[in-house]
């Protein structure tokens, strides 16, 4: 799960232009400045095209926090 969180986090400062931002699991659109409504959409784009599959609606209404997020990419992944 490190790799997946590793790789998340690149994507995270991707998507915020933020080199210095790290990810925890507990970490909420609420404690992100730039983290909006607009961005979120940036981000689950960037996340599909950087682990190359793409996510439900479903799925990403359903996550919670960034704990939440690196579960599913990992579930995804093993899934295959």
Do not use: C, Y
């Not at 995270?12 to 790290?22: A, G, I, K, T």
């Not at 400045?33 to 981000?43: G, Y």
């Amino acid at each position: 799960m490190s790799s997946v969180k590793e790789r998340l986090n690149a994507v995270f400062q991707d998507v915020f232009d933020d080199p210095n931002l790290q990810i925890t699991e507990a970490m909420t659109a609420d404690d992100v400045d730039a983290w909006d409504s607009l961005t979120h959409i940036d981000l689950i784009v960037a996340v599909e095209k950087a682990f190359r599959f793409k996510l439900s609606t479903s799925s990403v209404r359903g996550l919670k926090n960034v704990g939440d997020f690196i579960a599913l990419i990992t579930s995804k992944l093993e899934a295959g």
